[in-house]
Nanobody
Framework: QAQVVESGGGLVQAGGSLRLSCAAS????????MAWYRQAPGKERDLVAI???????NYADSVKGRFTISRDNTEKTVYLQMNSLRPEDTAVYYC????????????????WGQGTLVTVSS
């Protein structure tokens, strides 16, 4: 059974930086899209950044110019570099991965990580 595991969350002061990592492991599958979502207390889970298999990226307006998403296809890992953090970035950050698995790589699969808490103090 495949799984994704995030790391890198923590407490940081406003203006600081953190780097989140998410590694996919387990059953054989090819990854198509990797993304980061976040959910603040009492709010819905929102897309923060996405990186596709061709390397194209998109960001939520609130993080453009401050966050950078990247991936290492060999290691099946996605990163989120977060700079100039603000208190409103405080949330649980979730990694999302989709792709194709099975013996013939024809079965669509998607996985969510367990979440990692990022707290930005003012």
């Amino acid at each position: 059974q495949a799984q994704v595991v995030e790391s890198g969350g923590g407490l940081v002061q406003a203006g600081g930086s953190l780097r989140l990592s998410c590694a996919a492991s387990g059953s054989r599958f090819s990854i198509t899209t990797m993304a980061w979502y976040r959910q603040a207390p009492g709010k819905e889970r929102d897309l923060v950044a996405i990186i596709r298999s061709d390397g194209t990226t998109n960001y939520a307006d609130s993080v453009k110019g401050r966050f950078t998403i990247s991936r290492d296809n060999t290691e099946k890992t996605v990163y989120l570099q977060m700079n100039s953090l603000r208190p409103e970035d405080t949330a649980v950050y979730y990694c999302y991965v989709n792709g194709y698995g099975g013996d013939w790589f024809d079965r669509y699969v998607e996985f969510w990580g367990q979440g990692t808490l990022v707290t930005v103090s003012s």
